[in-house]
């Protein structure tokens, strides 16, 4: 069961060798962290307010002047609106689709809907006729620019209770109880360059942000990296795979086990990662990575070995199984 989206905390990463290291890990964010460089650790408040964990307590130390809070070094979090965090909503299902294998897309209108920043998720919560009830985080995998409608796109987890129940059980016209937007730090609002590399269902949240960036800024540049098993696995089809020559916006597939006739086939490697790394580095843009956990710290080691700063980069790990791509 994911742990409550509510609480925030800060984890002091031991000093590297060369480098100190520290992570940031809201769990209002869910599974998003960011890795800061200075070894300075501050909690991140809901609000995105970063808190000092250590501090004077003495009375002298409290009528000095206070020294200027540790700057997170990341950029802002989008502070997600307090009535879609706790409110919770009748969403019904108007259309269900099957995105691609194992991947399961549905259109849940929301009576109460609130446009969210590409990246953001939900909490859906399914209730049990004996009052039993599980929740899990689901990214909104549409762009904000659809009103009163959210789209969330659904890995078959294997014995899994509510991807399983979203798979096999919800139909159009069902209502499932959902709250948000929610989740600030893993937000992309099109405003800046940014390099997005997502696996399987962490392509998801990424989808939001090519077709917000689609939408509403086409000038910002946008490298998206799919990393996908064969042809069959690759979600968004239209969106990853449409020419859009006026669009900075560039996209790549990664094929880890079959590949269309001709194209290369394996998982992505450095190599293929450097020209990438190269331009975020260039252009000081934000890497957002999402998927497995596997799949999102594999990923951020190669960055972070590419030279990409960590503190530039943001992960958010859909669960807590190993690499599945
Ligand atoms: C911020 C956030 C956003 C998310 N967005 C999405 C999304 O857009 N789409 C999506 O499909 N999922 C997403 N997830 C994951 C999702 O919340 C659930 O964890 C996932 O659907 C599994 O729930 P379950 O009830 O089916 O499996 P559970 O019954 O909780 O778990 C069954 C078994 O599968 C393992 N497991 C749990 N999660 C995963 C996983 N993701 N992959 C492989 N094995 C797993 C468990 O360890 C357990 O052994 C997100 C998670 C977070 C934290």
């Known amino acids: 069961m994911p742990a409550t989206d509510r609480t925030a905390e800060a984890v002091a990463a031991a000093a590297a060798a060369s480098e100190a290291t520290a992570t940031a890990t809201a769990t209002a964010d869910a599974n998003a962290t ?40 990341a950029p802002g ?17 108007v259309a269900a689709r099957t995105e691609a294998a194992g991947l399961r897309t549905l259109r849940l209108a ?91 269902s962490g392509i998801g949240p990424l989808a939001a942000m090519l077709r917000e960036q689609r939408a509403s800024a086409p000038d910002v540049p946008l490298d998206l990296i799919a990393c996908v098993r064969s042809p069959e696995h690759l979600p968004f089809h239209a969106d990853l795979t449409a020419d859009q020559p006026y669009s900075a916006a560039h996209v790549a597939v990664v094929y880890s086990r079959s590949a269309p006739p001709g194209g290369p086939v394996g998982r992505l490697t450095a190599a293929v990662l450097a020209p990438y790394a190269e331009r975020a ?22 960055l972070t070995a590419a030279g990409v700063p960590p503190t530039r980069i943001r992960l958010e790990r859909f669960g807590d199984a190993p690499d599945a791509r």
């Open 77 to 93: 979090r989008v502070a997600p609106s307090l009535r879609g965090r706790v409110v919770w909503q009748q969403a019904r299902v």
């Open 34 to 73: 960011a890795v800061g460089e200075t070894g300075a650790v501050g909690a991140i408040g809901a609000t995105g307010a970063v808190l000092p964990v250590d501090g004077p307590s003495g009375t002298a130390a409290e009528n000095e002047p206070l020294p200027p809070l540790p700057a997170f070094a």
């Open 110 to 200: 929301l009576p109460d809907w609130t446009a969210h920043v590409a990246g953001q998720h939900y909490m859906l919560r399914l209730t049990a006729a004996d009052g039993y009830t599980a929740q899990r985080h689901y990214s909104v995998s549409s762009a904000p620019s659809d009103p009163g409608h959210v789209e969330l796109t659904v890995d078959r987890v294997d014995g899994g209770e509510v991807s399983g129940f979203l798979h096999d059980v919800a139909r159009v016209g069902d209502t499932l109880e959902v709250r948000g937007p929610l989740g600030g730090f893993f937000a992309w609002a099109a405003d800046r360059p940014a390099l997005l590399i997502g696996g399987g």
């Open 281 to 302: 580095l260039a252009e000081d843009r934000e890497v957002y990575v999402c998927g497995s956990t596997g799949f999102a710290e594999a990923v951020g080691t190669m």
